[in-house]
């Protein structure tokens, strides 16, 4: 089955410093990726949509300059936590949509297992 | 928001019993996907059904879907305590999947 990884799985960072994390697609081509945020005991909210070879289109209220997103090959899309605050910390999760095969289980996305950023 | 709501927000059973968990969305969708979500950690897939299916099943699993109410339930038979977990269904319309406010299921031994 398609899996996503994720890393790192768990980051402490001291405020102000920036931080970024890897979401990969490791046997299959993702020409889009997604990146949600979760807090505590609440939903996924999707930040952005990460585009190969394009930039990232973002959600209303999402900062772009404080959450940069790369997607330079059609396996890997990094989002980069710049100046990360306490009110940054959260769980980060990615997800790939494998746009050349149809499945049969239809649009699926594929989520990575998330990343836990904690900002003192 | 576009976010879906789920209800009820918890929802706590003994083991043996059914659950059901009910997600409402506002806007018209090509399929529908229910996930799993242990404390902490990243979303199992369960199933996905979509807009011109009414009734999906996969094991202990049977999810419907009313269009017209813009409603699906998922129901999950004999519960085990390993079901305990966070349920989040979310609604696909174009290419991106908006969540849920899921429920949480506790299952008690």
């Known amino acids: 089955g398609a899996v996503v990884s994720q890393h790192p799985s768990r980051v402490i960072c001291k405020s102000g410093t920036s931080v970024k994390i890897e979401c990969r697609s490791l046997?299959?081509?993702?020409?889009?990726m997604f990146w949600y945020r979760q807090f505590p005991k609440q939903s996924l909210m999707l930040m952005a949509t990460s585009n190969e070879g394009s930039k990232a289109t973002y959600e209303q209220g999402v900062e772009k300059d404080k959450f940069l997103i790369n997607h330079a090959s059609l396996t890997l899309s990094t989002l980069t936590v710049t100046s990360a605050h306490p009110e940054d910390s959260s769980f980060y999760i990615c997800?790939?949509?494998?746009?050349?095969?149809?499945?049969?289980?239809?649009?699926?996305?594929?989520f990575g297992p998330g990343t836990r950023l904690t900002v003192l | 928001s576009q976010q879906g709501e789920e209800d009820p927000q918890a929802l706590s059973i003994q083991e043996g019993e059914n659950a059901t968990m009910n997600c409402s969305y506002k806007t018209s969708i090509n399929n529908l996907q229910w996930y799993r979500q242990n404390s902490g950690r990243g979303l199992v897939h369960l199933i996905l059904?979509?807009?011109?299916?009414r009734e999906k099943h996969s094991g202990r699993l049977r999810v419907t879907l009313d269009t017209s109410k813009k409603s699906s339930s998922l129901l999950i038979t004999a519960s085990r305590a390993a079901d305990t977990a966070s349920y989040f269904c979310?609604?696909?319309?174009?290419?991106?999947?908006?969540f849920g406010t899921g429920t949480r299921l506790k299952v008690l031994a």
């Open positions: 046997d299959f081509q993702a020409t889009t």
């Open positions: 979310a609604t696909s319309g174009t290419y991106k999947y908006i």
């Open positions: 997800s790939a949509r494998d746009s050349f095969l149809v499945w049969e289980s239809g649009d699926e996305q594929f």
């Open positions: 059904i979509r807009s011109n299916e």
